[in-house]
Every structure is written in C-alpha cells, then in structure tokens.
C-alpha cells in the first residue's frame, strides 16, 4: 500500500514541487526576450530611420595668401576630412594657386585635363608643363599646346580673414577653340 500512497503524494505534489523548474524556465524566457529586444531596437533603428544628414561645410583652409606674389604659381598641399562608412579618411590634396593682380586667387586641380597625369610650373617658360604627353597650360588654365582637350580644372574659392578656403573641383567643360573648329589638336612635345 506504501507504493501506491508514494505515487499518489509525488502526483499531488508535483504542481507544487515544479514552481523552482518553472521560475527557472520562466527567467530564461524573459531574460532571452530582453537579450532579442536589446538586439532588435538597434537593428531596427538602423535599417528604418534615415541618418542624420551632416551640416558640414565643403571649404577647407589652404592656408594664408598673403606670402603669395601676383602672377606666380604655387603649389598647396590641404588635407581634406571625408566620412567612409563610419570611418573618417583624412586625405591629403593639392593645387595649384595663383594670385592674381586684383588680390584674385585661382586654384587649378593638380591633374593634367589629358590623362590625368601631374603637371608642374616651368618657371623659366612662365607655363604649366604635363612630362607625361607634352601639354602646356598658360597661367590662366588655357591649353597652349598637346594633346589636351580642355583648360586646367579649377577649385571654387574664397577668401576670408586673408585665408584661402577651397570648395569642389569644378571640371572645366570648354573645348580647346582649335578643335570647336575642327582643327586636329597640335602634337607637339
């Protein structure tokens, strides 16, 4: 009868002896929702809500003007701070300045308009000269000679407090006036 009576108390006393398994199994429960719930809110935030868009200004500080001469060139060397991703590059750039005689300051891309290659400043033929195919810029940006298309690209710019601030490189669009006439360009060099 011992037998009996011993299944009949851990029958009636299961419901009773459970509730520790039971707040275990319960705390897992709640403790995995509010892991899932952490994990979601972020994810959901990312993937619905737009990024804030950045109140950034696009001029960066190319340095002081007043150690340039009128009518020569110079070359500057700017770093410029980009967001990638999450990830801010520093980049460094550089152009070409040249003061001009009214306090005006022209900044050129450093790129030739033919190939891209790196051009530089003949001092002594007063121009700007690409090694790589031949092409000569004036002081102004205009080509002279090679194969060329177009003038040198320029930087907007401005002054402030005697400082030269560079915005976006505009591409210069005008054709050489040789070739709006159809005259081949001159291969010289």
């Known amino acids: 009868m011992k037998s009996v009576e011993s299944r009949e108390t851990t029958a009636t006393a299961e419901p009773y002896g459970s509730t520790r ?3 275990y199994l319960a ?5 995995g929702a509010l892991m899932t719930l952490a994990m979601a809110i972020p994810t959901a935030l990312y993937l619905l809500v737009p990024p804030k868009v950045r109140n950034r200004s696009r001029w ?6 007043s150690q340039l001469q009128p009518g020569v060139p110079v070359e500057l ?3 410029e701070n980009r967001l990638d991703g999450w990830k801010v590059l520093t980049e460094k750039k ?3 300045v040249v003061k001009e005689a009214d306090n005006k300051v022209v900044a050129f891309g450093p790129q030739c308009t033919h190939l891209a290659c790196a051009y530089h400043w003949e001092m002594a033929q ?4 690409c090694p790589c195919h031949g092409s000569e810029f004036s002081i102004d940006g205009k080509v002279l000679a090679g194969p060329a298309a177009r003038p040198l690209d320029r930087y907007l710019t401005r002054i402030e407090n005697n400082r030269l601030q560079i915005g976006a490189l505009r591409q210069n669009l ?3 006036a040789d070739l709006n006439r159809g005259n081949a360009p001159s291969q010289e060099g």
Not at 27 to 31: D, G, I, P, S
Not at 60 to 65: E, F, K, L, R, S
């Open 174 to 176: 005008t054709a050489r």
């Open 21 to 23: 398994r039971a707040f």
């Open 94 to 96: 550089t152009a070409w």
């Open 77 to 79: 060397s700017f770093q």
């Open 60 to 65: 960066i500080d190319a340095g002081d003007i």
């Open 27 to 31: 705390a897992v429960y709640v403790l």
């Open 126 to 129: 007063s121009k700007f000269v």
